[in-house]
């Protein structure tokens, strides 16, 4: 199983953090949440709920990866 670039460990992920899926480049923005999943504006991706998946391509968490500024 790949971890992303977090390595599965969510303490280690900013809050501001944009992370991008592994499989279909589909980026998520803690300033912009998650319209599909109803997940507001603000929410950091350590805080996404456990059963979140990718809206576009339905992977799971551990396939993001942090974008590096």
């Known amino acids: 199983m790949f971890e992303g670039s977090y ?3 969510n303490a280690r992920i900013a809050d501001t953090a944009r992370l991008e899926c592994g499989i279909c480049w589909q980026v998520y923005d803690p ?22 998946t ?3 391509c339905d992977a799971p968490r551990h396939k993001f990866m942090v974008i590096e500024e």
């Open 7 to 9: 390595l599965g460990d």
């Open 31 to 52: 300033v912009e949440g998650d319209p599909v999943w109803q997940i507001p504006p603000g929410t950091s991706f350590a805080d996404l709920p456990a059963h979140w």
């Open 54 to 56: 990718c809206p576009n």
